[in-house]
């Protein structure tokens, strides 16, 4: 069944998660993962910085701070989640892991098909393909996310070994966050910022625009009232959420304003932290 929309929607259906930043402890390392094991190009690097993607847009951005330590049980960062644009684009990639003989997890999600590792510093990486929407299952016009085995071999012998590392239209499709109360996170990203809610799962909500299956999702699994994630971390900076132009911009400003909320205004970009004090930054491309 395809449903029509998911008509409680704030934000415009076309919002989209942009780049995520990360603390790594060693960038020299941390780039040759993302290039060897993933397929990022590396578009820029500079003072301690360096900015990855598909060739097109900056879609992740590593931030050097060699004395950053390896912290659990606090918000922060779950998994980032590259989303590649086809079986085969997956299949690159599922076959980069296994030649460097990273650890790996998968699930088909009935929605998609997901691989799941670690970069080195321990920073949770989902890598992902959608199926169409009209195979996807929908409860009450919502979509329905499953969590069965994955077919390795079948995504395997599929792989696109033509393209040169991340196909071109890879993007960034969601971010999953620890927090330390699932109640004020979901109010934050439902009532403040304007995502929907698709569902909520063993301690778990999932968020969307448009009736995507999800753009983000929060979860209390490091333990309810966990702290934030200590400023000398490694981990979560912030990330991007990709507003569609300037109005819905002004709307979001005003439900800062209405809700009360601390935030940093400048031309191009509007930088807050959730409940969980997780950083997002707000952007206009």
Same mark, same amino acid.
């Given at each position: 069944? !395809? ?7 704030? @934000?415009?259906?076309?919002?989209? %998660? ?19 094991? /993933?397929?990022?190009?590396?578009? +820029? ?17 590593? $931030? ?29 990639? @599922? ?29 949770? %990486?989902?890598?992902? #393909? ?22 390795? #071999?079948?995504?395997?012998? +599929? ?6 590392? &991340?196909?071109?239209?890879?993007? /960034? ?19 403040? $910022? ?29 333990? $309810?009232?966990?702290?934030? !994630?200590? +400023?000398?971390?490694?981990? &979560?900076?912030?990330?991007? /959420? ?8 002004? #709307?979001? &400003? !005003? ?31």
């Amino acid at each position: 069944m !395809q449903p029509s929309s998911v008509e409680s929607s704030i @934000l415009n259906p076309a919002t989209t %998660i942009g780049a995520v930043q990360l603390t790594v402890t060693d960038l020299d390392r941390s780039i040759d993962f993302y290039r060897r094991v /993933i397929g990022f190009h590396l578009h +820029e690097r500079s003072d301690g910085q360096a900015n990855l993607g598909a060739g097109g847009s900056t879609l992740l951005q590593l $931030v050097e701070n060699s004395a950053a330590r390896q912290v659990t049980h606090h918000s922060g960062l779950y998994h980032f989640a590259v989303l590649t644009p086809s079986r085969p684009a997956l299949g690159q990639v @599922l076959r980069r892991i296994v030649d460097a003989q990273v650890r790996l997890g998968g699930s088909d999600h009935s929605v998609s098909e997901a691989l799941y590792f670690d970069d080195p510093d321990g920073n949770g %990486i989902e890598v992902y #393909r959608d199926r169409p929407r009209s195979e996807w299952a929908y409860a009450e016009g919502k979509p329905v996310l499953g969590n069965a085995p994955l077919d390795y #071999r079948g995504i395997l012998g +599929e792989a696109d070994d033509s393209e040169d590392g &991340l196909d071109p239209a890879t993007v /960034i499709g969601h971010v999953h966050l620890h927090v330390g109360d699932l109640a004020s996170a979901m109010n934050f990203y439902l009532r403040t $910022v304007g995502f929907d809610l698709i569902m909520t799962w063993q301690g778990a909500a999932f968020y969307s625009a448009g009736g995507y299956h999800h753009h983000l999702a929060t979860n209390t699994w490091a333990g $309810v009232g966990a702290p934030p !994630q200590p +400023e000398d971390a490694v981990g &979560l900076r912030h990330y991007e /959420i990709v507003l569609t132009g300037e109005d819905e911009r002004s #709307r979001l &400003l !005003q439900r800062f304003d209405d809700a009360g909320l601390a935030y940093k205004s400048r031309a191009d970009a509007i930088f807050v932290r959730d409940p969980a004090q997780n950083g997002v930054l707000f952007v206009v491309k």
